[in-house]
Structure formats: C-alpha cells, structure tokens
C-alpha cells in the first residue's frame, strides 16, 4: 500500500515537473492575452476555461494514446516537432511584426466574432499552450505503460491528476492575465508581449531544429 501511494506521488510529480515548465502558462499569457483582444470581461473568463479544459484533453490523450496514434498514421515525435514548430514560429513573428501591442480594453468587431470555442482550440489552446514540444513530452511519458493491471491503473490516475494540475494552472495564469499586465502599465505589457513573442519564436526555432537534428541524425545512422 505504501509503495503504491509513493509510486502514485512520484509520477504525478514527474509529470507535473516535466509538463508545467515547458506549458509555462505564466510566460505565455501576454501573448494569449494579445490574442483575445476584443472579448468581453465574461468571454475571457469562459475563454480561459475552454482553453485548459481543451489543454487537459489534449495533454491527457497524448500520454494515454499519443505513441499509439503516430505509429497507426506513422509519424514521428520528430516530424510533429518541425511541423508544429513551424507554426509556433508563425506565431511568434506575427506578434512580433504587428504594428502595435493590442490594448487589453478593445471591445469586438464584427470581423472578430468567431465561434469562442474554435478560437479557444487554435491558435490558443494549440500551439500556444499545447504546443509540440508539451505533445512531445506527453507522448513520452506514456510511451511506456506498465504490463501488469495495477501499476498501469495507478499510472495513469498519476497522470490524470499531474495534467489536472497542470491544466488547473493554464485556467488561473490566464483568467488574471490582465490583472497581471494591468500591473505593468501599456508601455510594460507591450513590452512583455513583444518579448514573449521573440522567446515564443525562438522556442519554435528551437523544436525544429531539435526534429530535423533527430531526423538528420536517424538517416546518418541508417546509412553508416
């Protein structure tokens, strides 16, 4: 019993250690806040739930079925890594490029009334949030499940509760995103957004290189 409840803590803990950091939902909510400029006080509270309830699903599946999934279509971790990567780049350099940092009290347009939850899954949850680099690690921790019933049932409540963590963590750092940057004034969160997007593009820079690295490094091996 004791070793189950210990085992429990220690992969809930690994995956929280390893999902977290790499989620940063802190570091990531000026940019999430630029990019819903125009909702309402309401609509940003709803978006922020739909964002880490989206998160906790897509994190959640990627530990439980993710290595299953990309073998059954074969497609590798390093290929999701320069595909997804590329748009986080995208995104990065669009933020960085735009003529100004959105004021966080613009009320919507007509041309910014899309479906809430369309804009919550892409580009907010995925790839802001849940990105490729967050999949890669999710796919990695349950690449290998245990055999027997009740480890694999104590690994996986492990899991689940280590995502609902994280997942509980995305919903604050965004529901007060703009307590937060209030706190910074316009010069100062127009600052942190332009920051946040160069470290954005360079963390995608970053994930490509780290899938055409392995990709290059598995022709070479393959052909020596």
Same mark, same amino acid.
């Given at each position: 019993m004791l070793f189950g409840i210990r085992h429990f803590i220690e992969t809930t803990l690994i995956a929280i250690g &390893?999902?977290?950091?790499?989620?940063?939902?802190?570091?990531n909510a000026p940019i999430y806040l630029a990019l819903i400029t125009g909702l309402t006080p309401g609509e940003r509270d709803h978006m922020a739930k739909l964002v880490a309830v989206n998160s906790f699903v897509l994190l959640l599946a990627s530990i439980l079925i993710? &290595?299953?999934?990309?073998?059954?279509?074969?497609?590798?971790?390093p290929a999701v890594q320069v595909g997804g990567g590329l748009i986080v780049c995208a995104i990065g $350099? /669009?933020?960085?490029? /735009?003529?100004? &940092?959105?004021?966080?009290?613009?009320?919507?347009?007509?041309?910014?009334?899309?479906?809430? =939850?369309?804009?919550?899954?892409?580009?907010?949850?995925?790839?802001l949030t849940v990105g490729?680099? /967050?999949i890669s690690v999710a796919v990695?921790?349950?690449?290998?499940?245990?055999?027997?019933?009740?480890?694999?049932?104590e690994t996986t409540v492990a899991h689940i509760a280590g995502v609902?963590?994280?997942?509980?963590?995305?919903y604050l750092c965004y529901r007060y995103a703009e307590r937060?940057?209030?706190?910074?004034? =316009?010069?100062? =969160?127009?600052?942190?957004?332009?920051?946040? &997007?160069?470290?954005?593009?360079?963390?995608?820079?970053?994930?490509? $290189?780290?899938g055409v690295h392995t990709l290059l490094a598995g022709v070479l091996a393959r052909e020596s």
């Amino acid at each position: 019993m004791l070793f189950g409840i210990r085992h429990f803590i220690e992969t809930t803990l690994i995956a929280i250690g &390893a999902l977290l950091p790499i989620v940063d939902p802190l570091g990531n909510a000026p940019i999430y806040l630029a990019l819903i400029t125009g909702l309402t006080p309401g609509e940003r509270d709803h978006m922020a739930k739909l964002v880490a309830v989206n998160s906790f699903v897509l994190l959640l599946a990627s530990i439980l079925i993710g &290595a299953y999934v990309l073998d059954f279509f074969g497609v590798s971790i390093p290929a999701v890594q320069v595909g997804g990567g590329l748009i986080v780049c995208a995104i990065g $350099w /669009s933020l960085l490029n /735009s003529p100004q &940092a959105p004021a966080v009290s613009e009320r919507p347009s007509a041309a910014q009334a899309d479906p809430l =939850t369309q804009r919550a899954f892409y580009p907010l949850t995925m790839p802001l949030t849940v990105g490729p680099g /967050s999949i890669s690690v999710a796919v990695t921790l349950g690449a290998n499940p245990p055999r027997s019933l009740r480890p694999l049932l104590e690994t996986t409540v492990a899991h689940i509760a280590g995502v609902l963590i994280t997942a509980v963590a995305v919903y604050l750092c965004y529901r007060y995103a703009e307590r937060i940057l209030r706190r910074l004034g =316009t010069n100062g =969160t127009n600052a942190l957004i332009r920051l946040s &997007a160069f470290i954005t593009f360079c963390i995608g820079v970053q994930i490509v $290189w780290n899938g055409v690295h392995t990709l290059l490094a598995g022709v070479l091996a393959r052909e020596s």
